[in-house]
């Protein structure tokens, strides 16, 4: 079966600049998350959207949002960018969230704030 | 507020050595744990994960882990590494919030062939 499909690959944006990320999950997974990878801080929890409804929300601000469509496709927005969102933006899938069958990561996406 | 930690951030082994990689946890609620692989360039893939029962659990690639539930600790173990096990490590748990994992700092290993 597809696993999960983030788009794009890469990026390159100036500062301040906005910017929208693509997650497609694995079909029949209705939860999808996102986190934040970096060398310094590691990976930080983004946000988490279960049936199209936010469930969950890490300690970012407010330039960060998402959202999730019916089809549970998901898409995050960072506006106004910093260099500091240089980083390697991962979604997760899984059928509840729950994590009994386990979270599948895509690819990622990278991005670079020049 | 909940954490992993993973004790050591840069592990170097020659092939066929022993490898066993610390996961300590804070959470005390239902166990949800896992560890995830990560190769140069790739994505994150599971290796195993731990919800209940024998605390000695089998994942992919030869590795296991072993659950004590009295120290926090979730462990990874491999026999005998390759060159190919070069990667960074990330042991995760799912602790009370659905849909969100978190995450050691990672470990990063390299096998010397």
């Known amino acids: 079966k597809a696993g999960v499909t983030q788009t794009p690959r890469y990026l390159i944006k100036t500062r301040g600049q906005q910017v929208t990320l693509s997650c497609s999950p694995i079909s029949g997974h209705r939860s999808v998350s996102w986190y934040q990878q970096t060398p310094g801080q590691g990976l930080q929890f983004l946000f988490e959207y279960f049936s199209e409804t936010q469930r969950n929300k890490g300690n970012f601000p407010g330039r960060f949002s998402g959202r999730q469509f019916s089809n549970s496709r998901s898409e995050m927005n960072v506006s106004t960018l910093e260099l500091g969102d240089s980083a390697l933006y991962l979604c997760?899938?899984?059928?509840?969230?729950?994590?009994?069958?386990?979270?599948?990561f895509g690819s990622g996406t990278r991005l670079t704030v020049v | 507020a909940q954490s992993v930690s993973q004790h050591n951030h840069h592990v170097i082994l020659s092939e066929a050595a022993s490898l066993e990689l610390g996961c300590n946890y804070s959470?005390?609620?239902?166990?949800?744990l896992f560890w995830y692989v990560q190769y140069p360039g790739q994505h994150l893939q599971l290796l195993l994960k731990y919800f209940s029962g024998d605390p000695l659990v089998k994942g992919i690639k030869g590795f296991e882990a072993e659950f004590i539930k009295s120290k926090f600790s979730f462990n990874l173990r491999k026999p005998s590494v390759q060159w190919s096990d070069t990667a960074e490590y990330f042991c995760?748990?799912?602790?009370?919030?659905?849909?969100?994992?978190?995450f050691g700092r990672g470990t990063q290993l390299t096998v010397w062939p």
């Open positions: 995760a748990d799912r602790g009370s919030t659905l849909g969100r994992l978190y």
């Open positions: 997760a899938s899984s059928r509840t969230g729950q994590g009994d069958y386990g979270y599948t």
């Open positions: 959470y005390g609620g239902t166990v949800n």
